[in-house]
């Protein structure tokens, strides 16, 4: 049985949780309200629960801690991304217990990012933070965390809309620095990442079977990955070592800087200069792995075969950058009339001829 006694003003309870005393106090001068903790804990405790008191202790950096090792340890990427997410949560939740972290609570930090601007993308990586943090909690042993609360998502708009028509490409790389060139023609084809191609070094590349692989746990999504290079994207490797020849240097990287003595790190400045030279509405260097998806689709290769060479490894998110224009929809209405026309071997004619058919006297 727990007792009630008092340390100056304020009441205190202490009961016995496995054997162990536990004392608490009830931040209160009135009997009453020790008395209706105490019932509290011991009711908590005869179910077979811990007692609340150890979940209020429980900080918001506690969490936290638990969720940047969690990156750490098993090596994800985009560790930069969950630090962020953290600061932004750590803003709102830091002085708040994380017993009080309720849905509510939960929708008050959305209404919160909303205000600041924040994207309904960005604040759905941040929830996700959130939930993650507090299953990592609930998952100790004892558990940091008693329960976790239903956290609601935004709904996003995942169509993405950038994408390079080939014309517009080649005026861009054409504009671009010769070093840079290389690079952007290879993720033109390939739809790879930017960091993959800037890392991507000559023991990677077969130059018998003139195939290039990505080692497993080097991609963003784990997997390993082989692709055949064109007669174009050959010429292009070959260009590379050329290059380095010609300035006395066999650097490890296939794409390295001007200077040719490190990764190229940011060119930015070039690429926004590239697009003021042609006069090309600005596109992003990701709107290129979305032209590459694309472009793959359209020349018929398999979808499955598509994710390969580019390292998507969701259809969902693969899907959001096979992208439709009307020029696609175009085409399908040109392919569907062709279609109806000569292989079912019939004319159907047009509206303006069946409405011609109606006025005809003879038409019954």
Known sequence: MGSIYKRGK?????????????RESSES?????????LKIREGEIAQGKLPSVHFEKVAFDDLAELFINDYKINNKKSLDRAELSIRHLKDFFDNIEITNITTPKIQKYIKYRIDEKASNGTINRELSALRRMLNLGYQQSP?????IPTIIKLKERNVRTGFFEHEEFLKIRDALPDYIRG????????GWRSDEIKSLTWSQVDKLKWTVRLEVGSTKNDEGRIIY??????????????????????????????KVNGQIDNFRKAWNTAFKKTGIPKKLFHDLRRTAVRNMIRAG???VVAMKISGHK??????????????????????QEKYLSESLGTDLGTIVDLNKKRKSPHHD
């Open 10 to 22: 304020t009441y205190w309870i202490k009961y016995h949780h496995k054997g162990k005393p536990i």
């Open 29 to 37: 001068d009135k009997k009453m309200v020790a008395s209706e903790l």
């Open 143 to 147: 558990p940091l965390v008693d329960r």
């Open 183 to 190: 690079l952007v023609t290879f993720a033109y084809k390939t």
């Open 229 to 258: 290079l064109d007669n174009e994207l050959r010429e292009v490797f070959i260009k590379q070592m050329e290059l380095q020849k010609r300035n006395n240097t066999i650097f490890p990287l296939v794409f390295p800087n001007c």
């Open 301 to 303: 290769i398999p979808e």
């Open 314 to 335: 969701t259809r969902s998110v693969f899907d959001r950058y096979n992208i439709v224009n009307e020029a696609d929809l175009k085409i399908a209405a040109e392919r």
